[in-house]
């Protein structure tokens, strides 16, 4: 197998997705890393890396590491606020890229995103690690192979510890929200499940009892109307106790026309005309490796483009309809 | 104790609320009972009353048995579209009226109640059943005594199976639809355990694959903006396989300042600082012992008229915005 090269923006949050997906990757060689900005630093990443046997180049300006490397693949977890500018560098150069979520942080910055890669269609995904959760995995393996019948209506759920944050997360300029956060998992998790097309949301978020983390939102719910009369909602939350017995209460269920199914507390049970029973997990690949499968064509990938899109206008208006206190509809059709 | 008399018009849905209740009242004594319409019978319900010691008069015209009987309180649980008519006729003769949910089906018939209701302010409540179920009782009292802090984010969900229906089911003139029957116990928890006010609600209704029932929703979800930023949706189904272990998936959940609780599966569990446990359940008043205490003055009484018309107004409202597909704005203060 030919040597994969990477580059990596960054090491904000969700590093070890890739970090982690690497290491099953033997074929697969960091060439350079850069940080995300003058005031960003990637002592970790690159500390991990030599750890890891691979030797990348470090670089003070991600375009010129671009330029030199040309990368098989760009990863992106840099900070928030450059997501998009650093998609549309990799775009103008035709190299893939696996970008934290979301890829945009604005509408204008996604309409920027829509036309570049329209122009250039490089694989392009984001950091939806849901996905690759077993207990979602096998849910979504269940719906699609029919069990629950068609889709009728979606709840998902997110509900985290606060904790300590960096200050990024204070401001919205930097953090981007906790739609687009936290509640870019759920619209991910709708739109995968549905297999359906968004037509209109209204959400609502608050930032009271925050801790004092200037705009961070600490609590959302968002309600999609999606095509089909299909509905969905989404309960995102910060307030989950210091005591509870893990980070995270994340939730999925789909009620369709022939069952009800259920990701709950890392298990999954299915109810239909049988009665009701936990399935067993399934194996989900590494979104890294599932990614580099797209890239190299040697499988189709559990994430695209389009989606990537779709599921990023989809927060941002789930956030302007927060924001502006009523409905947004979705004009455009996806791709 | 003096003898409390009652009337009941009607058999429908929960007469067993108002049977069951009744043994707990030895002091109640049921004097009268009227069919709901010239195509309504009360056979079950007198048989049932005679075995259980009452020799109730049988009128096939209620206003006379009111006139006639003069009770102490009456019992409405005929057509969901004469609900309002005959709390009507109720509070003009100054008796007290427990009415099925919805008391109203439309707006129109809210506003005419509200106005006699404010003229008659006579005790008023209805068959909001899931508050005198143990775990959503055991909830309330929870969230009233503070363990966790202030309520931010409500999540109410009714799950049912759907089963045969009579026709009045098929049509929303004589069902009223989804939300206000299912939706209005699930929005009775939210206003009941949020002691917030509704300011605005977006919601979504499908009758598809309703097994040909005509206009009944099967599926529905509501997301409302309560006062103080607080956050409520409800997830509103009929899509319950017949294999399920039993009719109902009810929950409740509540996630605030200081921990997260929840009803499921008949059991509450309840997450703080401390970490995760479940709670004991509490043993609640029937909801008929509950009413009769308010109309004789010995109780508070957990319902009261004026939170029957709120609920009442939310869910006509929460229809409205499905149908329409947009938000509805909550203009009226609650009394």
Known sequence: METLTLCIIGERGHTN?????LKDLPHARVAGISPGGAAEGVEFLN??????????????EYRQMLDRERP?????????????????????????VLCEKPVALTLDELARLRDAWQVNPVPFASL????????????????????????RLI???????????????????????????????????????????????????SA??????????VSAQMQFVLSGGVAASASLDYLRPSGAPSHGDDR????????????????????????????????????????????EGSGE?????AQTLAVTEACLLARQSADEGRVVRFVQEEA
């Not at 009271?208 to 939102?217: D, L």
């Not at 369709?256 to 399934?282: F, K, N, S």
Request: one cysteine or more; proline letters at 5%.
């Open 155 to 205: 709840q998902a759920q997110k509900s985290y510890r606060l904790g300590a944050r960096p200050d990024y997360y204070f401001r919205r300029e930097t953090y981007g929200g906790t739609i687009p956060w936290v509640g870019s998992h759920a619209v991910d998790l709708i739109h995968w499940l549905s297999g359906q097309r968004f037509e209109s949301v209204f959400a609502t978020h």
């Open 301 to 305: 990938g559990m994430q695209d483009g």
């Open 128 to 151: 939806m690690g849901m996905r690759f959760e077993s207990p979602f995995y096998t849910l979504f393996q269940a719906v699609k192979a029919g069990v629950i019948g068609d889709p």
């Open 72 to 96: 098989d693949l760009l990863c992106v977890i840099g900070p928030f606020e450059r997501h998009a500018e650093m998609c549309l560098e990799a775009f103008a150069r035709g190299i893939p």
């Open 252 to 295: 999925a269920r789909v009620a369709g026309t022939l069952g009800v199914i259920e990701a709950r507390a890392g298990r999954v049970w299915l109810i239909d005309a049988q009665g009701e029973r936990e399935l067993a997990l399934r194996e989900p690949p590494s979104l890294l490796a599932d990614f580099v499968a797209q890239v």
């Open 17 to 21: 997705y890739v970090l982690d997906g």
């Open 47 to 60: 500390a991990a890396l030599h750890c890891m046997g691979h030797e990348p180049r470090l670089y003070a």
């Open 208 to 217: 009271q009892n925050n801790a004092g983390y200037g705009t961070m939102e």
